[in-house]
């Protein structure tokens, strides 16, 4: 049986969050095969650090928090964030992560990267947001045209200025105004073995950085 999980889009200022997770069936390992930008692999290595170290990661949060002032965020002197729950989500984050098991590190994807690259190109160009494209085509479909995702598979996509990998990955796991806390629940899905990342410009929020995660991914054969 099947079931979908999708977190509905939330909207900060100047950023935009977005969980979708998926389930089907089987598990395959994967390879990778694409060469990412220094941004992608910086939110790939924050990424796997909370998911191995989580305790440190807590550190991180707890320095975070400092920057908050009731519901403002403040990123740098020009960029302020207004939150939806103030410090109270980086306080509920915190305690989460003091039972945060260690978790395997997650492997890069050549074509889960593909797909989430597709996903970054047509949004960008067009200002769109959310886990669906343009032509109807969802996380799942994309990346399946560079191979097969196996088991669950699931996507975070960030939009925004201002921040960089470290503050990205900690508004995932903060994930302020998500009630299920879907962006935290897929960086520590226990499931989830590889990834793929892909960043790139957005027409309305300048910036756009996708996280694909399956619990596994058949590569694509190159002929």
Known sequence: ???????????IIPALLASFLFFASNLF???????????????????????TDPQTYKSYLREFRNRYRG?????KKRTVIKTREGVSAVDEALKFMDSQRRLGALKLSGGM????????????????????????TSPGDRVDRHGKWQETVGENIYYGSGMG????????????????RGHREA???PKFR??????GPHKVYRTMCVVTFAAGYREKSIP
């Open 1 to 11: 049986m099947r079931s979908l999980k999708n977190t509905p889009p939330l909207i």
């Open 29 to 51: 390992a994967a390879d990778a095969g694409e060469k990412l930008s220094s941004l992608e692999q910086d939110i790939l290595n924050e990424v796997n650090l909370a998911r």
């Open 71 to 75: 519901f403002n965020l403040y990123i």
């Open 113 to 136: 990267t593909l797909g989430a690259r597709e996903h970054v190109r047509e949004q960008g160009a067009t200002g769109g947001t959310g886990h669906i494209s343009a032509n109807g």
């Open 165 to 180: 990998a470290r503050q990205m990955v900690m508004g995932f796991i903060i994930d302020d105004g998500v009630p299920d």
């Open 187 to 189: 960086i520590f899905n």
């Open 194 to 199: 590889v990834a793929g990342v892909a960043c």
